[in-house]
């Protein structure tokens, strides 16, 4: 039973040879499992998670430690507190009176008064603004505030009103002063408002219209209470060309990882009469410079820039 016998010899018979050789592999495959197993893992290295990439630094800082100010008659706080007079701890960008809240108080608390700084100009137009823009960068800022281009727009006619490609060419010029000793300060970029919304709503106050015939923006508030055709087309033209004034600041702007414009939020605002001066029914007084301020930190301190 256990084999055949033939010619002398003993003949396995074949399922005998097939579990042998069955034993056999079952036994390999034994040993290569422990080889694998546990002892293996602890003799080895085990595999190294792989480490999460660092999150990258945003390029936006929402709480500057430092603010410089740069740009016109607004920014000065001209006729806030008194007529034909600049009044800068009213500005909206960087002063000290506590009904405005600046955006320097909003920001930097009580070291405003010694982490900022205002180089804006009464009268100044974006020709001015690389100057401006060389002496605020000498502070290495971490924030530099532009409000300009309403008195390229105010000339005593729509025909003096600066060129757009000229207008461009000097904040370009502006930006350039800025990186050149600051390569990395933020820039927030106010819109310019709506002169002719202005025009509109302070045309009420009889004293506001006794100072612009001072020659206050003429080209817009010349002959105020005229309404003929003809005194439209005027305010028209200029208020066209404050339009084409804030594409270029857009663009511009836009050009700049660090600079963020306002999306046109100062140019939309309607000021009411309240919020004029009370002296020429124009320029923003304390409640207005207080509105552009809010304006103003909203937008810097946005996690995003608006649309």
Avoid at 154 to 160: G, K, T
Avoid at 250 to 264: E, L, N, S
């Amino acid at each position: 039973m256990h084999g055949i016998q033939r010619n002398g010899r003993k003949r396995v018979r074949p399922f005998a040879a097939v579990a042998a050789l069955t034993a056999a592999a079952l036994l390999g495959q034994t040993a290569v499992t422990a080889c694998d197993g546990p002892s293996a893992v602890q003799h080895g290295a085990r595999p190294k998670a792989p480490r999460p990439s660092p999150s990258p630094t945003p390029v936006w800082d929402r709480s500057p430690a430092s603010i410089a100010a740069v740009g016109d008659s607004i920014t000065r706080g001209f006729d806030v507190c008194a007529l034909l007079a600049d009044c800068p701890e009213a500005s909206w960008a960087t002063g000290t009176d506590a009904g405005v809240r600046s955006l320097a108080q909003r920001l930097l608390g009580p070291a405003a008064g010694d982490r900022s700084w205002n180089h804006a100009g009464s009268g100044a137009r974006m020709a001015d603004l690389p100057a401006q823009m060389t002496a605020a960068a000498a502070r290495r800022p971490e924030l530099v505030t532009v409000m300009a281009g309403a008195n390229d727009a105010c000339r005593d006619s729509p025909d003096l009103m600066t060129p757009v490609k000229e207008f461009t060419a000097s904040f370009e010029s502006a930006m350039r002063a800025l990186r050149r000793t600051a390569p990395k300060a933020q820039v927030y970029v106010s819109s310019i408002p709506d002169l002719k919304r202005l025009w509109s709503t302070g045309r009420v106050n009889p004293l506001g219209l006794q100072v612009w015939k001072l020659g206050i923006c003429a080209s817009m508030l010349g002959d105020a209470e005229d309404l003929s055709e003809a005194a439209g087309q005027r305010r028209d033209r200029v208020y066209e060309r404050v339009v084409a004034y804030n594409e270029a600041l857009k663009d511009v702007c836009a050009k700049d990882r660090r600079c963020r414009y306002d999306g046109g939020a100062v140019f939309d605002y309607r000021f009411t009469g309240e919020q004029l001066s009370p002296w020429d029914s124009f320029h923003p007084g304390k409640d207005g410079q207080r509105r552009l301020a809010e304006i103003a930190y909203r937008q810097v301190t946005a996690a995003e820039p608006p649309a």
